[in-house]
């Protein structure tokens, strides 16, 4: 699960200020058949899904190895880095689309 950012739809966040998870999304997305999904947000939900569960990996490793259940060091600092490697990708690809967003938003017709 992705810790320190917070998913929030535009439907949901006009209700209430409460994060929202990429479960809730899908699935508000499912519940409702007439909004049909594009491509791009469909690759992004399942990004962000991907890196929540390297962030699940690397947790269970890291609990692994506490708890002393047969994870080995390298194991969870491999996980570890793969999910903060995930993280730091998908906070650079949200970065570019706000910048984009912004660039276009500041144009002049």
Known sequence: MITGVHVVSVASAASSSAPV?????????????????SPFSNLMIS????????????????????????????QAMIATEKASMAFEMALALRNKAIQSYQSVMGMQF
């Open 21 to 37: 998870s990429v479960a809730q999304i899908a699935g508000n997305r499912a519940a409702s058949p007439g909004a049909e999904d």
């Open 47 to 74: 990004a962000i899904g991907k890196v929540s569960q390297m962030e699940d990996q690397a947790r269970t490793a890291v609990d692994g190895l506490i708890s002393g259940s047969g994870v080995d060091v390298h």
